[in-house]
């Protein structure tokens, strides 16, 4: 009834189809339905023992005030080692925000940077928030396509011929969600080649699943010289921990960024909450056999679920090389991506994702997140089986 009184703006928002497709699911299960749960991007494992612990320390000591808004001194500093550490990025705590989880980072860095008419460069299919965000910050959407037969890598000919004196901002995740992909280190250093000559393009590195790479690693943008200074990395807390409740992330960029950063962060959430910033030095500093450990669990679900969707006629998916999702090529059964994950659900009580929700080059893929567990990934591949069967 106040459809009228909201502004034109909002009308540009959407939303992550996941939180659509998890609400579905449960009301399917509070009408007693089984449902395996494949459709939201949330480990199954609990938080590091170590790290509850320092949290609840942390309570108990009496730290549940007010925090600096850019974060704890010692929580920017760790940031800041971790970094040099895991992503070879050199930088100081001066250049670190921290937020109440990642999707802050996203909005801030449009919010600062996007005047009307900006163009946008993000790869697609992707994290959906990415093009809603650029909707609403008066950018203009520019999607340039991951190629799925090669391992869902950046069509580097395609951003090159995007890149224009309209560019404002270029978005990359690596490892990619939802298709797991990875870009080749030579595929960084062409993308960098290119922008080295648009001084006034900045770059949104989304780097929330660079510790689930299964071979080798990831190489971020931010390391190299000529465009680290216009680099925006966006990491938290939520996938490498299994921390999504804890509702935590950061930002590293140039000071000058990260002073603009801080003022929209103080006009709108004041801080990060002070106990789970305790949490987050513990989860830095401490031991990482817990990472390791859900990343080689991740490893053996990809395995098995990647091999049992292969073997199901009809159906194609690519191993992913990081993150935890498949994004298997369902066109061939002749539903388009919604149908098929709607049907999906409704007969066969495995919740997946469109892939259309993640953008117009995801049409005829479905994604499934394989944080669920290895009994549950295996009946849902038997489900899904015999679900094709029916169509």
Known sequence: MFEQYFNKRMALLDTESAFRTLARARALEARGRSVIHMEIGQPDFPTPRNVAEAGRRAIEAGCTGYAPTPGFPELRQAIADYAAKYKNVRTSPDEVVVVPGA???????????IEPGDEVIY???SFPIYESLIKYTGGAPVPVPLKPDDGFRLDLDAFRRSVTDKTKLVILNNPANPTGGVYADGDIAQIA???KDYPGVFVLSDEIYDRLVY?????????MPEIKDRTIILDGFSKTYAMTGWRLGYGIMHRELAERMELLAVNSFSCAAAFTQMAAVEALTGPQDAVDEMREAFRERRDYLVG????????RCQ???GAFYVFPDISAF????EAFATRLLDEAGVAASSGASFGRFGEGFIRLSY???LENIKIAAERIAAFVRTI
Do not use: E, H, Q, Y
Not at 215 to 223: K, L, P, Y
Not at 308 to 315: F, K, M, Q, V
Not at 334 to 337: A, E, F, V
């Open 319 to 321: 191993t992913p090389g």
């Open 103 to 113: 999707k802050p980072v996203m909005f801030f860095t449009m919010l600062m940077l």
């Open 123 to 125: 790869p697609n299919p």
């Open 215 to 223: 071979d080798g690693g990831v190489t971020s943008i931010a390391s």
């Open 334 to 337: 002749g539903l388009n991506s």
């Open 371 to 373: 944080a669920a567990s």
């Open 193 to 195: 080649d290119i922008l």
């Open 308 to 315: 049992a969707l292969n073997a199901i006629g009809g159906i």
